[in-house]
């Protein structure tokens, strides 16, 4: 994708890097833990489940900058933000909706 669009070669190579080393935390994640047939997202029940939940968590967001990044470097900011619009709610709702959710939790 990133041959498509008008970019630094500097530019291009330090994107597809960073691209690239994510790619291979993400998958080297998810991948130890299946070997530890424990879940590899949001599992924080010991340190270094935690540690990896929150480095895969954390690189979910590289790879949305990275590519939003990309887009819009790449003059298509409407696409940009169509294509990441989706997290809007889920932000809304994660991080914004959690004091209504825990005062609703002590009341109930």
């Not at 041959?3 to 960073?18: E, K």
């Not at 998810?30 to 997202?41: E, L, N």
């Not at 990309?70 to 294509?83: E, N």
């Not at 004091?99 to 002590?106: M, T």
Request: positive net charge; aromatic residues 12%.
């Amino acid at each position: 994708m990133a041959s498509y669009l008008r970019l630094s070669r500097r530019f291009r190579a330090l994107l597809l890097g960073v691209f690239a080393v994510d790619c291979v935390v993400e998958v080297t994640g998810i991948t130890v833990q299946a070997w530890r047939h424990v879940p590899s997202h949001l599992n924080n029940t010991t340190p270094l489940n935690a540690v990896i939940a929150f480095s895969l968590a954390f690189g979910g967001g590289v790879l949305i900058v990275v590519l939003g990044t990309v887009l819009i470097r790449g003059g298509h900011r409407a696409q940009a933000y169509d294509d990441a619009g989706f997290l809007k709610w889920f932000h809304a709702v994660t991080l914004h909706g959690m004091p209504l959710l825990a005062w609703w939790l002590a009341r109930a």
